[in-house]
């Protein structure tokens, strides 16, 4: 997963280069005032998400499966700890004590 966002962040990071470049040398228009840093980093975002979605397709699925392993060893883990307070809730049941 951390090598999806670095990734990600690396996109992002090479299109603001470009887009800051392409501002300041005319090819897009700049922003309004003091607004310009702004614009720069609103193109870059725009830019760079759908890059990262067509070039991190295969990282983002193999961090999804690395999620889903995850997810599904802690409810695992969850579910044997509720069996085991089940078991001890029934000996004690069993025993005649109050739990």
Do not use: H
Request: net charge positive.
């Amino acid at each position: 997963m951390l090598r999806y966002t670095l990734m990600r962040l690396g996109i992002f990071a090479g299109c603001f280069v470009v887009v800051w470049g392409a501002v300041y040398s005319g090819v897009f228009p700049r922003g309004f005032g003091d607004s310009n840093f702004l614009w720069i980093l609103l193109l870059a975002l725009v830019l760079s998400a759908p890059i990262s979605w067509v070039v991190l397709r295969k990282e983002r699925d193999r961090a999804s499966v690395q999620i889903v392993e995850r997810v599904d060893r802690v409810k695992a883990n969850l579910e044997a700890n509720r069996s085991q307070e089940d078991v001890v809730d029934d000996a004690s049941r069993a025993q005649g004590r109050p739990s």
